[in-house]
């Protein structure tokens, strides 16, 4: 299984940015789909996930103004980014759950295969 990220960039605080992952070697509806995102010297962290049914799940700081979809003929996963804040600025990644149990479904563990990062720089 490979996933590979893309869409980052540079945005201006209170624009939008979509950021996609394409998944092959098995359909993205076998998976969770979840993004997690790495700021500058911090930690990685949860962002949003959807599971296999299409229910979705949002870290408190980014729900209201981000929005996770999947589209299962493309095998893609996109998390759709409005109102953006330079709090936001980070390395997004996105990362497939073989299990998808909603009480784990924020931890970085349950998560066994990731994409390599997309840089999002948000300026204000």
């Known amino acids: 299984v490979q996933l590979q990220a893309s869409g980052g960039g540079l945005a201006q605080a209170g624009n939008s940015l979509t950021v996609s992952c394409v998944v092959s070697?098995?359909?993205?509806?076998?998976?969770?789909m979840g993004w997690f995102r790495q700021p500058p010297g911090k930690e990685r962290e949860f962002v949003a996930a959807i599971r296999r049914s299409g229910h979705t799940t949002y870290a408190d700081s980014v729900r209201g103004r981000f929005t996770i979809s999947r589209d299962s003929a493309k095998s893609t996963v996109y998390l759709q980014m409005n109102n953006l804040q330079p709090e936001d600025t980070a390395v997004y990644y996105c990362a497939a759950d073989p299990n998808g149990i909603l009480s784990t479904i924020r931890v970085i563990a349950s998560y066994d295969y990731w994409g390599q990062g997309t840089l999002v720089t948000v300026s204000s």
């Open positions: 070697g098995r359909t993205s509806n076998s998976f969770t």
